[in-house]
Structures are given as C-alpha cells and as structure tokens.
C-alpha cells in the first residue's frame, strides 16, 4: 500500500466552479499534512499546511484534515485558469515527507 | 534571494558520465531532502541529510547514486554512470530542523538528461 493515495485525475473544472481533491495516507502516527501546487517544467510549491483535525481557511483554498479516517482535502473556491496545475499531498512521518503522485486540475475559462 | 539554490538548472550527460547536482538550503535550513521525478510520475524520495550525516538514505539506488551535506558548502548529489534511465528531474528541498511540525520548501529543480 502506498504511504498517500491520490487519484491522479485529470479533474476538470469550470471558471468559478468549487475543485475539490482528496488524499488518503496510510500511518496513523502522521502529524502534518501539506498541499503543494506544480506546474508543468516548475517545482512544487507550498500552497497550504495543516496539522489538527478540522477545516483551515487561507484566501480561496481551505485544507480539510480527518486523523480518523486518514484523510486530506483542499477545495479550491472561484477557481481561475491560474489554478491549473497538479496538485501534490504530502505527508510527514518520522523521516520522511511522502508524496502521492498528483492529481492534475484543469480550470476551463 | 534566500531560497533553496539549485544548480546546474539544466545538465546534459553522455552515457558513462558523471552528474553532479548541487544545492544549497534555505538560510537557517540545515535539513535537505532530495527528490527525483520522472516524466509523468510523482516526488520519490531519494535521501535526508543533516551536515555531515545522512540521516535516511532509504530512497536512494543502491549503486552509482551518493549524497553529501558536508559542513561547508552545499549538498550534493552524484550520479556515477548514469544511464538513460536516470534522465529526471532532480528537486531539493530544505526544513529549518527535524520532527513534525516542520515545513519543507523545493528548490527549482536540477533536469538531467542523458544522451
């Protein structure tokens, strides 16, 4: 089982419209829990950070943590062409910082 | 600019050759991952450095790869007789110190492709 499970997508969605993306990791003992945004050719870039269960608000993203269920997410509001990109959920445990492979989102003007 | 440096951005090698990939932390950062991305494929973690140690080579081929953090100047990471399969993206990234609770910020990325 991979250590952070995405579907790689590709997502697409309307100028305006709410992206939601999911991610679920595998070690209950994981204690932060990030969103990084890639461009195609550029390297990732960190777009939100989470570490307690609930909801965290930063402009028009919000990131979503579950402990229980092992789950991340992070919608996206009034998305713009600009957001298009993969985005990468990434998990840190002991070491390490794994990465699911992407989801790839397209916002349709 | 006070972010994590990579260089060279672009590298081509022959068959055979030696790469070198060099990246420097952000300042206060003293932790550096590497990172490799294939074509299409997501971040695998490569190795965890600290100056002068390594701290969790677990990603890292077991030949023709090396990685050093020396206690000057930037980490490293050699590829000895790379081959066409080593044709990636290469990203660094650096945290300011060790355990949860910490954030890690990429470099722009060292491509390497193999002729």
């Known amino acids: 089982q991979k250590e952070v499970e995405q579907n790689s997508g590709p997502l697409s969605v309307p100028e305006g419209a709410i992206a939601s993306l999911n991610c679920t990791y595998s070690?209950?003992?994981?204690?932060?829990f990030f969103w990084y945004r890639q461009y195609s050719g550029k390297s990732p870039e960190l777009i939100m950070s989470?570490?307690?269960?609930g909801d965290k608000e930063d402009g028009r993203f919000t990131a979503q943590l579950n402990k229980a269920s092992q789950y991340v997410s992070l919608l996206i509001r009034d998305s713009q062409p600009s957001d298009s990109a993969t985005y990468l959920c990434?998990?840190?445990?002991?070491?390490?910082?794994?990465f699911g492979t992407g989801t790839s989102l397209t916002v349709i003007p | 600019n006070a972010g994590v440096m990579q260089n060279p951005r672009h590298l081509v090698r022959r068959r055979g050759q030696e790469a070198r990939l060099r990246c420097s932390p952000m300042?206060?950062?003293?932790?550096v991952y590497w990172y490799r991305q294939l074509p299409e494929e997501g971040l695998k973690f490569m190795v965890y450095?600290?100056?002068?140690?390594?701290?969790?080579e677990s990603g890292m081929p077991k030949e023709r790869f090396s990685a050093e953090f020396p206690k000057e100047g930037p980490s490293i990471l050699r590829i000895q007789q790379v081959v066409r399969g080593d044709s990636a993206a290469y990203f660094c990234?650096?945290?300011?110190?060790?355990?949860?609770?910490?954030?890690?910020?990429f470099g722009e990325g060292s491509w390497l492709t193999v002729v």
């Open positions: 990234a650096s945290s300011p110190n060790r355990g949860s609770g910490n954030t890690i910020y």
């Open positions: 070690d209950r003992g994981s204690q932060s």
């Open positions: 989470i570490y307690s269960n």
């Open positions: 990434a998990v840190n445990t002991g070491n390490q910082f794994y």
């Open positions: 300042k206060g950062h003293s932790h």
């Open positions: 450095l600290q100056k002068e140690n390594i701290i969790d």
